[in-house]
């Protein structure tokens, strides 16, 4: 077996690469969120608070189309129709 296959086999250094891996990932992802909420902050900085305020206040009809009033007038029968 060559150097190389025997260090693969060795459960020690394959633990410890794994580990190592999951911490790049791990600070990789918080780098990127951490970004993603300074973006957001910003965001947050630039809007006035009297945009926000005033979307909730519009006038809109729930639901998904206007068809959150519609019954399924089959929903109860034996499937006898």
């Known amino acids: 077996m060559s150097a190389s296959g025997a260090t ?3 459960s020690n250094w394959k ?8 911490r ?3 600070e990789k992802d918080q780098a ?12 947050d900085k630039s ?3 009297s945009n926000t305020a005033s979307s ?3 006038d809109f009809e729930g639901g998904f ?7 399924d007038r089959y929903a ?3 499937g006898e129709h």
């Open 8 to 10: 693969a086999q060795d």
């Open 15 to 22: 633990a410890r690469e794994q580990g190592e891996e999951a």
């Open 24 to 26: 790049y990932i791990h």
């Open 32 to 43: 990127q969120l951490a970004a993603i909420r300074d973006q957001l902050n910003k965001a």
């Open 47 to 49: 809007q006035p608070a």
């Open 56 to 58: 909730q206040d519009r």
């Open 65 to 71: 189309g206007g068809q959150e009033d519609l019954e």
């Open 76 to 78: 109860t029968t034996s």
